[in-house]
């Protein structure tokens, strides 16, 4: 079974391993992708709660997600966790004045709700905001509003870079983070994870397989993301020589990381959330595998934050044609 574990200080116990929800609400990430029917993705989502995974993730934005969840009847069962997501127009660097911000933010939640078919969110993660806007005290000031009426339990903030989690952290009133880390990016371990831990900010550890450039599908990048290659194919390198796939190998590298409460994964096909729960079920790495995974960071943002990836475009290995790559 996958470890249950406490998330940070809040009072919700989430599986070690979550499911991402992206894939079965719009087509996502590199190379040839299908959106499942809604029938599929039920499917999955059962199949997932039978695997032991206790924690979705998920968002306003993810196109049909909430709705697919809500439509599955998981998230009124007590044992199951679904935390969403609001806020997106602060990824995205529109300006917006504080009154329609607090407006967005709840009517988005309010949506959500109606979507999962719940009274109260367990958890309602913030998608995005800067250091800058979160250290004004808006972001949670909104955030605790809406706690206050019960719409949601518990709230977080899913960001990028150090210094916006950092600025949460220091806010004190965000429960959770939110972050991208893998064996390509471990830029937050030794920083924000760390201090994360310290002040008992439950992390959720998202993008382990960096958007596919841990898997088979890193044959699609473009030639401009020949080091991420590079150093996926060393990893792939020692996940052989440990008997292993790359993709279990990146999973348990994130499972390792002691300050990680769960560590997500996102996919449409069964399979792969099976080979996922093997991943864990196989255990931390031992150390010296560690040291030599560590070795393959890369600290470049232009590699490792899919935002930046050739202006949203990925070559296509087969025909030398480029598609769309939605960066969300």
């Not at 959770?176 to 924000?192: G, K």
Request: proline share 4%.
């Amino acid at each position: 079974m996958i470890p249950q574990r406490i998330l940070g200080r809040t009072e919700l116990t989430v599986s070690a391993l979550g499911l991402g929800t992206t894939e079965i609400g719009y087509v996502y990430g590199i190379g040839d992708r299908n959106m499942p029917s809604e029938k599929e993705a039920i499917n999955l989502l059962h199949r997932a709660v039978d695997l032991g995974i206790t924690f979705i993730d998920t968002g306003h934005f993810y196109g049909a997600a909430e709705e697919r969840i809500g439509a599955s009847g998981i998230a009124k069962r007590d044992s199951i966790i679904v935390s969403t997501k609001c806020g997106h127009v602060l990824d995205r660097g529109e300006d917006i004045t504080e009154e329609e911000l607090a407006s967005q933010f709840r009517n988005e939640v309010e949506q959500s709700l109606k979507k999962l078919h719940l009274e109260s969110i367990p958890l309602v993660q913030v998608h995005g905001g800067s250091a800058e806007q979160i250290r004004s005290g808006l972001i949670s000031g909104i955030m605790n509003t809406l706690k206050a009426e019960g719409k949601l339990q518990y709230f977080g903030i899913s960001t990028r870079g150090t210094e916006a989690p950092l600025a949460a952290i220091e806010d004190g009133n965000f429960d959770t983070l939110q972050l991208a880390a893998s064996i390509l990016d471990q830029r937050m371990y030794n920083t924000v994870f760390a201090e994360a831990y310290k002040h008992n900010i439950g992390i959720i550890n998202r993008s382990v397989l960096l958007k596919g450039a841990l898997t088979p599908a890193r044959t699609s990048l473009a030639p401009s993301l020949k080091p991420l290659v590079s150093n996926a194919d060393a990893a792939e390198d020692i996940a052989k020589k440990l008997g292993t796939t790359l993709p279990s190998l990146a999973i348990r590298f994130a499972f390792s990381q002691p300050e990680v409460s769960t560590v997500l994964v996102g996919s449409n096909k069964v399979k792969n959330l099976e080979v996922a729960a093997a991943a864990i079920a196989d255990g931390p790495l031992h150390e010296e595998v560690l040291q030599q995974l560590r070795k393959l960071a890369i600290d470049d943002p232009l590699q490792v934050d899919p935002k930046n990836w050739d202006t949203q475009y990925v070559a296509d290995a087969k025909d030398g044609k480029k598609v769309h790559a939605n960066t969300k």
